[in-house]
């Protein structure tokens, strides 16, 4: 029978991002060979800083129509100590996510077997959560300039942009995504006490989409009281709903509380599928690691993991994330996470965990 082929474009971009790339595509090659039920074919982008340098652009002419002929991106990260960083994400990542559509971003947050959450008393089933972040615009929309630049008169600006149907699409995700999980709790974070145009049409909306769902249960937070109460009662939460500026500080805010950035999946979604979506770890380049083997892979395997599903891999997906948290269990961990294996000893437990199962 003819087997499906999925085209993959991987960018694996700066410092870690090239380490973790090269070993999630191994994994992702052995566990093909193992299950024997499609193909995976990897075109390799070097979109990088060091391109950068060199060329005067991240993505080339026609790199982004490039992307569009594929099923889905496994991405690195991105960030230079030689590139400013406004220089670097809105030359590589936001494009691409503002190009493909990709208008939310899901960050499953839990306790992996193994590790421990730096709460006290805070077990694996007290903290389970999915962080739906509206992933294209807010605060990172990109209106904005300064004016009289390099005189004491200098004036900047950064314009929030809230459009409805931004807000309606990300939030339909978000009920959805809810309805999917057991408790089918949602909780909407905004700051509409403060910022009383885009945030109150957030509230507006949500309370228009509510009687939709009638199985969903509601709540919403202010985001300053929201931290409190992920560090506080962590149990109270299930799916959360938040703005492009919010979801981004308070998803890093979760994968500390689930045990490191380290092991943290995101994926950029295009959920009408009419351009692929995009898979990478929450982490950065971490230039303070970098070139040294011992940057922790296991959140881009987990990336790899959801990207599997989200082309209906379920199977491969869940192969793939026991293998993982078997290997977590075993204590065979960076040091980001307690342990004192590297970057390739993880890999290849995680293989030989894929090659015990299947
Ligand atoms: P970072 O996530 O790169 O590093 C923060 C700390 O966590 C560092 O001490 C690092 O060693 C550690 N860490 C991160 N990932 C790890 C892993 N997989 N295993 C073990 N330890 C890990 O964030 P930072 O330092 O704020 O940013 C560094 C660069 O990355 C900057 O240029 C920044 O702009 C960029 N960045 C890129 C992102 C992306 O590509 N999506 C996201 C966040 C930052
Ligand atoms: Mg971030």
Known sequence: ?????????????????????????????????????????????????ERYQN???????????????????LFGAVGSVDVADHIS????ILPIRKMLGQYVNVRPI????????PLKDCSIEDLDWVMIRE???GEYAGQGGITHEGTEYAIANDVAVFTRQGIERTMRFAF?????????????VTKSNAQRHG???????????????????????????MTVRMVLKPRSLDTIVATNLHGDILSDLAAALAGSIGVAPSSNLNPTRQF???????????????????????????????????????????????????????????????????????????????????
């Open 176 to 188: 959805e995504i809810a309805l999917s999980r057991p408790r089918k709790h949602l909780t909407m």
């Open 276 to 358: 692929p979506s995009m898979f990478e770890p929450i982490h950065g380049s971490a230039p303070d690691i970098a070139g040294l083997g011992v940057a922790n892979p296991v959140g881009t395997f987990w990336c790899a993991a959801e990207m599997l599903a989200w082309m209906g891999e379920t199977k491969a997906r869940s192969s793939l994330m026991k293998a993982i948290e078997c290997v977590c269990a075993a204590g065979v961990r960076t040091k980001d996470i307690q342990g004192t294996s590297n970057t390739f000893e993880v890999t290849e437990a995680v293989i030989r965990a894929l090659e015990k199962e299947l």
């Open 1 to 49: 029978s003819v087997q499906k082929t999925y085209r993959i474009a991987s960018i694996p971009g700066d410092g870690i991002g090239v380490e973790i790339i090269k070993q999630t595509i191994r994994v992702l090659k052995r566990l093909e060979e193992l299950l024997g039920t499609f193909n995976i074919e990897f075109h390799n982008y070097d979109w990088s800083s």
């Open 199 to 225: 945030m109150v049409l957030w509230d507006k909306v949500f309370h228009e989409l509510a009687p939709h769902y009638p199985e969903v249960k509601t709540d919403k937070m202010l985001v300053d009281a």
């Open 110 to 117: 839990r306790i992996l077997p193994g590790l421990s959450s």
């Open 135 to 137: 992933n294209s615009e």
């Open 89 to 92: 994400l809105w030359g590589l």
């Open 55 to 73: 060329t005067g652009e991240y993505i080339p002419t026609g790199g982004l129509e490039s992307l569009k002929n594929h099923d889905a991106i």
